[in-house]
Every structure is written in structure tokens, then in C-alpha cells.
């Protein structure tokens, strides 16, 4: 298996297959939001991605102009908290990887710790409000010590889906379903599904590529 | 499940750029539309004035941008259904209704529209534009009265939309204009009551489920949950009880004068209005507050959502000197003071 880093034709790649993966998943994430919410979580979350999908430079751009593409797209279309949050999430990931020419264990481990920062401070929000930064919060420490790139997105991948289950057992204390109080028990937060997806689509990427070259180098 | 709700529009995925179009043309030229934008501001701008710009989710209509006229805002920038805009969309919109003097911000107070709003003022105080933000927080039901940050921004829009718009008129410097919505905000309370859900269009399906013989008192706009979900009763109950909760907040008192505000949120008939408008002033009367002006009307909408709100705030006569002031837009246009 090799353990190279994603250069910057790979990371556009990996933020198309991310874009597709959440485009995928409307409906779970609108179900989600309807428990909770107004409902309109999986539609923003669609058209931010959709215009990830085309603002993308399939060329090979600078990685971090990469991500940061993609954090731009979807604050400018999604619109709502989840356009400003998700936004945050890729932009604030970019200077993290500012000069990057390749995405390693640790280049993960300081998008998420970017991401987690960048969205804490822009949503006024910190961990156990039920929230998208539990689930980010989640990756970031599952992420710290695996040892290369599949292996730091599989831990982080599974750290987000503990934050998605972590969310069921909070009481919201922001956004719309603030107002619910107790009501929100036992509903896992949708912006948190969000960053699974994101997550896993990302850890999909880089193990199926991991044995593509296992194929051919084998 | 319900059937997804009947509605007459096209692609439900364009009704928010196609509904904003509409409105442009239905303001017979006083308004423009940024061009490929989901923004509006108005034709008629005077050149040297503070500026106004209010926004938020469009399916509210005629709020947000049903109110860019004389004397109300001078542009909103508009989000998708029951979304914030995007920041670029505020930035553009404040751009292009700056003529020197700085802007207002003037919106509900949402996360996602405090976010957004939030990006594109710095964006703007980068440039060396002066920005201030009032975030409207009149929904009595979304927390308690010493945590006023946390409440939602609800049908008070319409007098804090109007009072600042004439401010903004008039007056000459942001810091005075900014110093009225201040106060405008500080006494104003609302309350609303829930009797059926609406929905996104493009997704068809409910913003909530309430049962048939229920209402939910206290429910916010896009059916945040409210403070009791109870049997459907008479007219004059469901006033005490919003009442019961919005009089004590402020508090209002004896030889208050306010303006009172009752909002339709999309499908509650103008009769249910006017029997709960009675009853409301029944109980101000009682005890001893003289309402200056009344709007009963349909203003902050969510789609075919049925139920009403009931806004009060107290006035001074600077407040009244501006909620008095002619304005004309699409959504609300007002002749002299009553």
C-alpha cells in the first residue's frame, strides 16, 4: 500500500468524490434536519456542493486554492448557517495547507484542527452545543496519532460518526433547534451527519486509490 | 405524511430567483434587481443618505425584500427558502446602496443570518466602510428575558423595518440612525401561535407536523419549537395567552402607548385576525395601554403556514415620529401619520 501523500490532482479528486457524496445523500440529510430543524439542510447543502463541483479547476491547481475553491463555492451558494460553517470548514482548512504540495497524515491532522478552529470561532460555538463541530472535534482527536494518510482519514472518519452519535444525547443550545430544548434528545445533529459524509468520503477516496496502486504495483 | 402542498410555481428549484423578478416588476420601477443576484435595491435612492439594508430567507414574503422602498430599506439581499444569503450577496447589496454615509444591517436574529451578515461586514470594514448591525429579537417564546440575544427576530420586522427606514431618511449620521433601531428593538415584544405547518417547496414536505386539533403556542417561523403545545381553542383564550406572555416581558404598563402589529403567517383567514385583534384590545384597554397605531396584515409568511403573531412596542415620540412617516414598497406603503 502506498503511503504517498495526495498531490494536488488527486485532491481535487478526492473534493469531487466529496462534492458527489454529499450531493448523494439529500434526502438522509433533509430527514435529519426535519426532525429538528426547518428541513432545509440537504437542499443548501446540494446546491453548495453541486457548485463545488463545478468551480473545482480540474487542471492542478495549488492544493490549498483547492480547498479553499471549494469552501468559497459553498458559502457562496448553500446560503444559511450550513453555507457560512461548511465554508469556514474548507476556507479555514486551506491556510492550514497554504504551500502544501502534498496532503499527508499530518496535512489531515491540520485541516481538521483549521476546520475546527475556523467554524468554532465563526458559529460562536464550542463542543457539546449539538452541533457540525462536535462531529469535526470528534475527527480532529481520532486523527492525532494514526500513523499515515488512510489510516488518519479512517480514524477520522469513525471520530466524526462517534460525534454523530455523540450529538443524539445533547440538548441543542444554538440554531434553529435551540428552541427545542429537551425535544432535540435523542436526534443526531444534521450538520454533524454532514461532516461524516464529508469524512468518509474522503477516507473512501484514499483507500480505494491506496489499492489501485496496490494493483498496479503488485 | 402529508401530500406535498399544492403550489403554483415552476421549477420549485428556480421560485426564489423567479419570485424575486416578480417583485421587481411589481414595484413598477422603483426597484432593481442586482444582476445575478438574488438582491434588489431601490431605484430612487437619494445621494446622500445613511444606508439601510435589510435581508434574510426568502419564502417569508412579503418580508424581507417586499420591504425596499421610500422610507423602509434601501436594498435586501435575499437567501434561498427559509436560508440567510450568502455573503457576497449582502456585500454586492451593500455596495451598491452606499452612498458615503455607511450602512445598517438590519435582520433577524438567526445563526445563520448573523453568520453571513457577520462575513460580509468585514468584508465591507475592510474597505472602510462603517457598518452597524440591529438584529431584530421580538420572539418572546425563544428564550428567557435576560438572555434577549438569543431570541429570534420574528413579525417586530415590520415597525423596526419602518421605524429604521424613516431614521434613515432623516437622519444624518449612522451612529443616530443606529441609536433609534437601538431603542425601536429594546420595546419591542412579540408572540406567535402555530396552527398548521408549511413547507419548502422543493422538498414538499411539512416544516413540522401538528395534529389536527392542535396548536403550538410560542412556535417560531419555521416551526422552532414554541413554549406549549396544546388542544385548539377559542380566539379570545389563544390572545390571553399570547398576551400573557408578551405583557409582563417589557413589562407594559398603564399609560404605555404602543403600536400593536398582528402578522398572518401565510393561510389565516383576515377574520380570525380581526376576532383575535378585538380581543387584544380588549385586554390592553383593561390595563390601561392606548395603542397608537394598528397593523393587521400579512407580512412575515412561511409559506401556507397557518397562525398568527401579535407584536407590541412601546412608544416615545421619536419612535412614533418615525413609525408615522409615509413609506410605499411592494409590501407595505403607509399614507401620513394616523
Known amino acids: 500500500m502506498s503511503d504517498a501523500g495526495l498531490g494536488a490532482m488527486d485532491s481535487v479528486a478526492m473534493l469531487q468524490a466529496v462534492a458527489r457524496a454529499v450531493i448523494a445523500q439529500v434526502d438522509v440529510l433533509t430527514d435529519a434536519d426535519l426532525a429538528i430543524g426547518d428541513g432545509d439542510h440537504g437542499i443548501g447543502m446540494r446546491r453548495g456542493f453541486e457548485a463545488v463541483l463545478t468551480a473545482l479547476d480540474t487542471g492542478a491547481p495549488a492544493i490549498d486554492a483547492a480547498f479553499r475553491t471549494t469552501g468559497m463555492a459553498i458559502m457562496a451558494n448553500t446560503g444559511g448557517a450550513a453555507g ?67 489510516a488518519c ?63 498496479r504495483n503488485g | 405524511m402529508a401530500k406535498p402542498a399544492k403550489k403554483i410555481l415552476n421549477d420549485p428549484r428556480q421560485a426564489v430567483t423567479q419570485m424575486i423578478d416578480g417583485l421587481v416588476l411589481a414595484s413598477d420601477g ?73 450602512i445598517l444591517f438590519l435582520y433577524g436574529n438567526y445563526a445563520g443570518d448573523n453568520m453571513n451578515f457577520d462575513i460580509a461586514a468585514e468584508m465591507l470594514q475592510d474597505e472602510g466602510i462603517d457598518i452597524r448591525t440591529v438584529r431584530v429579537t421580538d420572539d418572546v417564546a425563544a428564550a428567557p428575558p435576560e438572555r434577549t440575544h438569543d431570541r429570534r427576530g420574528i413579525a417586530g420586522d415590520v415597525l423596526m423595518i419602518k421605524i429604521a427606514g424613516a431614521a434613515a431618511a432623516t437622519l444624518e449620521s449612522l451612529d443616530e440612525v443606529e441609536r433609534v433601531a437601538r431603542k425601536a428593538v429594546a420595546n419591542v415584544r412579540s408572540m406567535g401561535v402555530a396552527v398548521s405547518a408549511g413547507s419548502i417547496p422543493e422538498t414538499g414536505k411539512p416544516t413540522f407536523e401538528l395534529a389536527d386539533d392542535e396548536i403550538e403556542v410560542g412556535m417560531g417561523a419555521h416551526g422552532e419549537a414554541g413554549i406549549a403545545r396544546q388542544k385548539l381553542a377559542p380566539a379570545d383564550a389563544v390572545a390571553d395567552a399570547l398576551l400573557e406572555r408578551i405583557l ?7 399609560g404605555d402607548e404602543v403600536a400593536l402589529v ?3 403567517l401565510g393561510a389565516t383567514t383576515m377574520m ?29 409568511t412561511v409559506q401556507e403556514m397557518a397562525g398568527f403573531s401579535v407584536t407590541l412596542m412601546k412608544l416615545d415620540p421619536e419612535l412614533k415620529l418615525y413609525l408615522d412617516m409615509p413609506c410605499h414598497s411592494v409590501g407595505l406603503s403607509r399614507m401620513e401619520a394616523v
Open chain 1, 153 to 215: 482519514l479512517t480514524a477520522a472518519a469513525a471520530g466524526a460518526e462517534a460525534g454523530v452519535a455523540a450529538t443524539k444525547s445533547m440538548v441543542a443550545t444554538t440554531g434553529k433547534a435551540r428552541s427545542l430544548g429537551e425535544r432535540s434528545l435523542g436526534h443526531p445533529d444534521p450538520g454533524a451527519i454532514s461532516v461524516a459524509i464529508i469524512l468518509g468520503a474522503m477516507r473512501d477516496f484514499v483507500s480505494a486509490r491506496a489499492n489501485d496502486d496496490g494493483g
Open chain 2, 262 to 264: 398582528l402578522n398572518n
Open chain 2, 272 to 300: 380570525e385576525m380581526l376576532v383575535v385583534n378585538r380581543r387584544i384590545r380588549q385586554v390592553l384597554q383593561d390595563r390601561g395601554i392606548t395603542v397608537h397605531r394598528t397593523e393587521v396584515g400579512t407580512w412575515l
Open chain 1, 84 to 150: 457560512a460553517v461548511f465554508g469556514t470548514l474548507f476556507t479555514a482548512g486551506a491556510k492550514a495547507l497554504a504551500g502544501a504540495d502534498s496532503v499527508d497524515a499530518d496535512g489531515i491532522r491540520r485541516f481538521l484542527a483549521g476546520a475546527q478552529e475556523g467554524v468554532a470561532k465563526r458559529g460562536g460555538v464550542t463542543e457539546g452545543q449539538k452541533t457540525m463541530l462536535d462531529a469535526l472535534a470528534h475527527a480532529a482527536r481520532a486523527a492525532s496519532t494514526a500513523p499515515d494518510l488512510a
Open chain 2, 30 to 102: 422603483r426597484t432593481r434587481r442586482l444582476p445575478g443576484l438574488d438582491a434588489i435595491v431601490r431605484t430612487d435612492l437619494p445621494a446622500d443618505k445613511v444606508a439601510l439594508l435589510i435581508g434574510g430567507g426568502s419564502g417569508h414574503e412579503p418580508l424581507f425584500h417586499g420591504f425596499v422602498g421610500q422610507n423602509l430599506g434601501d436594498g435586501a439581499a435575499c437567501g434561498q427558502f427559509f436560508a440567510a444569503p450568502a455573503p457576497h450577496i449582502i456585500y454586492e447589496a451593500a455596495k451598491a446602496v452606499h452612498r458615503g454615509k455607511g
Open chain 2, 248 to 254: 409582563p416581558d417589557l413589562p407594559f404598563a398603564a
